[in-house]
Protein backbone atom coordinates (compact mmCIF):
# COMPACT_ATOMS: atom_id res chain seq x y z
CA UNK A 1 0.00 0.00 0.00
CA UNK A 2 1.39 3.39 -0.63
CA UNK A 3 1.55 6.28 1.50
CA UNK A 4 0.08 9.27 1.38
CA UNK A 5 1.82 12.59 1.43
CA UNK A 6 0.48 16.01 2.32
CA UNK A 7 1.41 17.63 -1.10
CA UNK A 8 -0.04 15.07 -3.00
CA UNK A 9 -3.43 14.74 -4.80
CA UNK A 10 -4.57 12.39 -1.84
CA UNK A 11 -4.44 15.45 0.58
CA UNK A 12 -6.56 17.06 -2.30
CA UNK A 13 -9.03 13.88 -1.93
CA UNK A 14 -8.33 14.14 1.85
CA UNK A 15 -10.18 17.39 2.61
CA UNK A 16 -12.46 17.40 -0.23
CA UNK A 17 -14.42 14.32 1.80
CA UNK A 18 -13.63 15.60 5.17
CA UNK A 19 -15.26 19.56 5.01
CA UNK A 20 -18.88 17.98 3.21
CA UNK A 21 -19.01 15.31 5.77
CA UNK A 22 -18.17 17.78 8.79
CA UNK A 23 -20.57 20.23 6.72
CA UNK A 24 -23.51 17.03 7.16
CA UNK A 25 -22.47 16.14 10.43
CA UNK A 26 -23.19 19.25 11.58
CA UNK A 27 -26.48 19.74 9.92
CA UNK A 28 -27.52 16.03 11.61
CA UNK A 29 -26.43 17.01 14.84
CA UNK A 30 -28.47 20.42 14.00
CA UNK A 31 -31.22 18.43 13.81
CA UNK A 32 -31.59 16.50 16.92
CA UNK A 33 -32.98 17.99 20.40
CA UNK A 34 -30.31 19.34 21.96
CA UNK A 35 -30.27 20.95 25.80
CA UNK A 36 -31.11 24.29 26.14
CA UNK A 37 -27.50 25.78 26.26
CA UNK A 38 -26.01 24.11 23.43
CA UNK A 39 -29.29 24.66 21.32
CA UNK A 40 -28.08 28.54 21.65
CA UNK A 41 -24.58 27.50 20.76
CA UNK A 42 -25.96 26.18 17.45
CA UNK A 43 -28.75 29.06 17.47
CA UNK A 44 -25.97 30.85 14.33
CA UNK A 45 -25.27 27.68 12.34
CA UNK A 46 -28.96 26.25 12.81
CA UNK A 47 -31.23 29.47 12.15
CA UNK A 48 -30.45 30.06 8.53
CA UNK A 49 -30.36 26.51 7.59
CA UNK A 50 -33.96 25.51 9.46
CA UNK A 51 -36.53 24.98 7.17
CA UNK A 52 -39.43 27.68 7.55
CA UNK A 53 -42.40 28.88 5.51
CA UNK A 54 -43.11 32.67 4.64
CA UNK A 55 -46.35 34.15 5.08
CA UNK A 56 -46.87 33.71 1.28
CA UNK A 57 -46.09 30.31 1.14
CA UNK A 58 -48.10 29.35 3.94
CA UNK A 59 -51.25 31.42 2.71
CA UNK A 60 -50.49 29.50 -0.81
CA UNK A 61 -50.40 26.20 0.69
CA UNK A 62 -53.89 26.60 2.52
CA UNK A 63 -55.53 28.01 -0.21
CA UNK A 64 -54.74 24.54 -2.05
CA UNK A 65 -55.96 22.39 0.84
CA UNK A 66 -59.03 24.68 1.35
CA UNK A 67 -59.47 23.85 -2.58
CA UNK A 68 -59.03 20.33 -1.79
CA UNK A 69 -61.41 20.38 1.27
CA UNK A 70 -64.35 21.90 -0.84
CA UNK A 71 -63.79 19.58 -4.45
CA UNK A 72 -64.11 16.98 -1.59
CA UNK A 73 -67.65 18.27 0.19
CA UNK A 74 -68.89 19.56 -3.53
CA UNK A 75 -68.77 23.55 -2.85
CA UNK A 76 -65.95 23.97 -5.44
CA UNK A 77 -65.22 22.05 -9.30
CA UNK A 78 -62.80 19.67 -9.16
CA UNK A 79 -61.43 21.50 -11.74
CA UNK A 80 -60.25 24.20 -9.13
CA UNK A 81 -58.72 22.52 -7.06
CA UNK A 82 -56.90 20.88 -9.24
CA UNK A 83 -55.47 24.32 -10.43
CA UNK A 84 -54.83 25.43 -7.58
CA UNK A 85 -52.91 22.44 -6.12
CA UNK A 86 -50.74 22.31 -9.41
CA UNK A 87 -50.07 26.13 -9.22
CA UNK A 88 -48.29 25.32 -5.81
CA UNK A 89 -46.91 21.87 -6.41
CA UNK A 90 -46.16 20.84 -9.92
CA UNK A 91 -44.22 24.06 -10.77
CA UNK A 92 -42.35 23.40 -7.61
CA UNK A 93 -42.31 20.07 -5.99
CA UNK A 94 -40.41 18.67 -9.16
CA UNK A 95 -37.43 20.74 -8.83
CA UNK A 96 -36.39 18.69 -5.31
CA UNK A 97 -37.44 15.65 -6.95
CA UNK A 98 -34.42 16.30 -9.60
CA UNK A 99 -32.38 17.39 -6.81
CA UNK A 100 -32.62 13.92 -5.17
CA UNK A 101 -32.31 12.19 -8.37
CA UNK A 102 -29.03 14.24 -9.49
CA UNK A 103 -27.70 13.49 -6.27
CA UNK A 104 -28.48 9.55 -6.71
CA UNK A 105 -26.50 9.68 -9.39
CA UNK A 106 -23.85 11.17 -7.66
CA UNK A 107 -24.03 8.60 -4.35
CA UNK A 108 -23.63 5.75 -6.75
CA UNK A 109 -21.04 6.97 -8.98
CA UNK A 110 -18.82 8.00 -5.67
CA UNK A 111 -19.62 4.46 -4.25
CA UNK A 112 -18.72 2.77 -7.43
CA UNK A 113 -15.73 4.41 -7.55
CA UNK A 114 -14.87 3.10 -4.08
CA UNK A 115 -15.80 -0.13 -4.74
CA UNK A 116 -13.67 -0.39 -7.88
CA UNK A 117 -10.66 1.42 -6.34
CA UNK A 118 -10.31 -1.48 -3.42
CA UNK A 119 -10.34 -4.34 -6.08
CA UNK A 120 -7.03 -2.79 -7.44
CA UNK A 121 -3.86 -4.01 -6.35
CA UNK A 122 -1.87 -0.54 -5.77
CA UNK A 123 -4.43 1.52 -3.63
CA UNK A 124 -3.97 4.53 -1.55
CA UNK A 125 -6.30 4.10 1.71
CA UNK A 126 -7.03 7.82 1.44
CA UNK A 127 -8.47 7.80 -1.65
CA UNK A 128 -10.69 4.45 -0.84
CA UNK A 129 -12.31 5.54 2.50
CA UNK A 130 -12.70 9.58 0.91
CA UNK A 131 -14.65 8.49 -1.93
CA UNK A 132 -16.60 6.23 0.57
CA UNK A 133 -17.41 9.44 3.05
CA UNK A 134 -18.13 11.09 -0.52
CA UNK A 135 -20.76 9.01 -1.28
CA UNK A 136 -22.21 8.94 2.59
CA UNK A 137 -22.39 12.75 2.28
CA UNK A 138 -24.37 12.65 -1.36
CA UNK A 139 -26.60 9.75 -0.23
CA UNK A 140 -27.32 12.65 2.61
CA UNK A 141 -28.05 14.99 -0.31
CA UNK A 142 -30.66 12.33 -1.79
CA UNK A 143 -32.84 12.45 0.93
CA UNK A 144 -33.20 15.13 2.19
CA UNK A 145 -35.12 16.83 -0.86
CA UNK A 146 -37.63 13.79 -0.70
CA UNK A 147 -37.75 13.47 3.37
CA UNK A 148 -37.93 17.09 3.57
CA UNK A 149 -39.29 19.09 0.37
CA UNK A 150 -39.24 22.65 0.36
CA UNK A 151 -41.09 24.76 -2.05
CA UNK A 152 -38.30 27.69 -1.61
CA UNK A 153 -34.30 26.96 -2.10
CA UNK A 154 -32.67 24.02 0.21
CA UNK A 155 -29.98 26.48 1.15
CA UNK A 156 -28.34 23.54 3.72
CA UNK A 157 -27.94 21.64 0.26
CA UNK A 158 -26.44 24.84 -1.55
CA UNK A 159 -23.61 25.00 0.73
CA UNK A 160 -23.49 21.68 0.44
CA UNK A 161 -23.28 22.00 -3.48
CA UNK A 162 -20.88 24.75 -3.21
CA UNK A 163 -18.32 23.14 -1.16
CA UNK A 164 -18.14 19.95 -3.68
CA UNK A 165 -17.84 22.43 -6.64
CA UNK A 166 -15.53 24.62 -4.85
CA UNK A 167 -12.60 21.28 -4.03
CA UNK A 168 -13.39 20.02 -7.95
CA UNK A 169 -12.46 23.44 -9.20
CA UNK A 170 -9.42 23.38 -6.66
CA UNK A 171 -8.86 19.46 -8.61
CA UNK A 172 -8.90 20.59 -12.19
CA UNK A 173 -6.97 24.06 -11.39
CA UNK A 174 -4.23 21.69 -9.83
CA UNK A 175 -4.19 19.39 -12.97
CA UNK A 176 -3.56 22.44 -14.87
CA UNK A 177 -1.01 23.87 -12.85
CA UNK A 178 1.16 20.95 -12.16
CA UNK A 179 1.27 19.90 -15.91
CA UNK A 180 2.17 24.20 -16.92
CA UNK A 181 4.62 24.59 -13.87
CA UNK A 182 6.39 21.26 -13.41
CA UNK A 183 5.21 19.05 -16.71
CA UNK A 184 3.02 16.60 -14.98
CA UNK A 185 1.36 14.63 -17.52
CA UNK A 186 -2.95 14.85 -17.31
CA UNK A 187 -4.69 12.19 -15.46
CA UNK A 188 -5.68 9.39 -17.75
CA UNK A 189 -8.53 10.44 -20.07
CA UNK A 190 -11.41 8.55 -18.20
CA UNK A 191 -10.51 10.40 -14.89
CA UNK A 192 -10.47 13.69 -16.51
CA UNK A 193 -13.71 12.86 -17.94
CA UNK A 194 -14.82 11.83 -14.30
CA UNK A 195 -14.02 15.21 -12.55
CA UNK A 196 -15.38 17.54 -15.76
CA UNK A 197 -19.03 15.00 -15.15
CA UNK A 198 -19.17 15.74 -11.80
CA UNK A 199 -17.99 19.49 -12.48
CA UNK A 200 -21.13 19.43 -14.71
CA UNK A 201 -23.59 17.84 -12.45
CA UNK A 202 -22.84 20.32 -9.44
CA UNK A 203 -22.88 23.18 -11.84
CA UNK A 204 -26.50 21.48 -12.98
CA UNK A 205 -27.61 21.24 -9.20
CA UNK A 206 -26.75 25.24 -7.99
CA UNK A 207 -28.39 26.35 -11.32
CA UNK A 208 -31.83 24.50 -10.01
CA UNK A 209 -31.19 25.64 -6.33
CA UNK A 210 -30.46 29.50 -8.10
CA UNK A 211 -33.47 28.55 -10.69
CA UNK A 212 -36.15 28.17 -7.09
CA UNK A 213 -38.41 30.64 -5.92
CA UNK A 214 -37.41 32.77 -2.62
CA UNK A 215 -41.13 32.39 -1.99
CA UNK A 216 -44.20 31.07 -2.97
CA UNK A 217 -47.81 33.82 -4.18
CA UNK A 218 -50.46 33.88 -2.61
CA UNK A 219 -53.44 34.30 -4.54
CA UNK A 220 -54.92 35.93 -1.87
CA UNK A 221 -52.82 38.89 -1.96
CA UNK A 222 -53.00 41.30 -5.08
CA UNK A 223 -50.11 42.47 -7.06
CA UNK A 224 -51.04 45.95 -7.08
CA UNK A 225 -50.57 46.04 -3.42
CA UNK A 226 -47.26 44.84 -2.98
CA UNK A 227 -45.68 47.74 -4.28
CA UNK A 228 -47.93 49.56 -3.07
CA UNK A 229 -47.14 52.44 -0.23
CA UNK A 230 -50.57 52.23 1.41
Sequence with gaps: MSSCHLDLACARSFWGALVPAAFVFLLSVAAIPLP???SNLMR???????????LQEAEALDAA????????????GQGEADAVAEQVESRHFWKSLLLSWFALIETLAWLGIAS?????????????????????????????????????????????????IAFELVSLGAFAYNRHAYGTPL????????????????????????????????RRVEKAKIVSLR
Design 36 to 38: TWL
Design 187 to 218: PPPLILTAHILNLCVLSTLITIVLSMPLSIPS
Design 65 to 76: AIAQEKAGVGEA
Design 116 to 164: FTIIQDERVSVHVASRFVLGLTWLFATVRPIVRPKLTPPYDLFILYIIN
Design 44 to 54: PIKGPLTPSLT
